[in-house]
């Protein structure tokens, strides 16, 4: 997965177009940031025009283990040229609504190209858990203040931000996730990862067999 990410990333380097990417959190998530950012050092010409972004965020201090963009941050080079845009963290002296209000209007007008989000085992993408999410929601950043796992306080990307990307990849791996994987493929509506897709293309992948 993280080759074919590779390449799309590299086919707008050489068309000298941006390309926007919002990476994960989760274990899956976690492991690919860091082969990114491993990719990104060893050959940082081929990256050139990336911008990194998150689908979701935990709001704690910004050097807080439980940050999503600490694993990626760390990893790279203090020399890299990619460009990273973090949701602003809770040890800025602002509440988690305003750090979704400046999140959203960083990335005004602009779409991802690839959107990657883990599936939790109860069919959660991004900070949208189950009947704690609406699909109405125009605005692309919604604060969270009551997630079901710790920490309660999130900013994450709206279902609409999600299905504005023009690839959505859904990740899911581990023998926790074969009931959710069966309900995700029966396309189950009370489950927000059955509601993500990309305007271009949709992919679930996984190490696991839904039969």
Do not use: C
Not at 26 to 38: F, K, S, T
Not at 127 to 142: I, Q, R, T
């Amino acid at each position: 997965m993280t080759d074919a990410l590779e390449v799309l990333i590299r086919e707008s380097s050489v068309s000298r177009r941006q390309f926007h990417l919002a990476l994960t959190g989760g274990e899956v998530g976690g492991l690919i940031a860091r082969e990114l950012a491993r990719r990104i050092d060893e050959s940082p010409a081929k990256f050139s025009g990336l911008h990194v972004w998150w689908s979701d965020e935990r709001f704690v201090p910004h050097d807080d283990y439980d940050r999503n963009a600490r694993v990626f941050v760390e990893a790279l080079n203090d020399e890299t040229s990619v460009h990273i845009h973090e949701s602003t963290a809770s040890d800025s002296n602002i509440d988690v609504e305003r750090s979704a209000r400046r999140y959203s209007a960083d990335m005004f007008a602009i779409e991802m190209d690839v959107t990657l989000l883990s599936v939790g085992t109860d069919g959660h993408v991004a900070s949208l858990f189950p009947g704690l999410w609406h699909n109405e929601e125009v605005d692309a950043v919604v604060a969270i203040h009551n997630a079901p796992k710790s920490p309660p306080q999130r900013v994450s990307f709206s279902m609409s931000k999600i299905n504005s990307s023009a690839r959505v990849w859904l990740l899911a791996s581990g023998i926790a996730k074969v009931p959710i994987v069966k309900r995700l493929v029966a396309l189950e509506a009370a489950i927000p990862a059955t509601h993500a897709f990309g305007r271009e293309e949709t992919i679930l992948f996984t190490d696991l067999r839904s039969d």
